[in-house]
């Protein structure tokens, strides 16, 4: 019933900047947190950054001081400001919903985008 989806990647210059969106659509009354994992060729998924519904913050030490997570509530949409990109940060990215409450009762548990590719070379 709900679909996350993901905008914004690309290919990029080290040092270069990116911004992700991922926009929620359905029958939704509200989200709890949201997270960006990002996964790099060969490598496993990862939590990059995390959101609370009150703007609380949290992100993986390889990210923090470049990257910045943020999100509009009205339009169940959370973004990822990327900064300072390195090639190391050559991955599917993905945006994630542990918990949406779609009715009174009823929710909707760990929901995925399809993922973004992003690049960084030169």
């Known amino acids: 019933q709900v679909q996350l989806v993901e905008s914004g990647g690309g290919l990029v210059q080290p040092g270069g900047a990116l911004r992700l969106s991922c926009a929620a659509s359905?029958?939704?009354?509200?989200?709890?947190?949201m997270n960006w994992y990002r996964q790099p060729p060969g490598k496993q998924r990862e939590l990059v950054a995390t959101?609370?519904?009150?703007?609380?913050?949290n992100y993986a030490d390889s990210v923090k001081g470049r990257f910045t997570i943020s999100r509009d509530n009205a339009k169940n949409t959370v973004y990822l400001q990327m900064n300072s990109l390195k090639p190391e940060d050559t991955a599917v990215y993905y945006c994630n919903a542990p918990l949406i409450r779609i009715g009174m009762w009823s929710y909707e548990y760990d929901s995925w985008g399809q993922g973004t590719q992003v690049t960084v070379s030169s």
């Open positions: 959101i609370t519904s009150g703007g609380s913050t």
């Open positions: 359905g029958n939704i009354f509200s989200i709890d947190a």
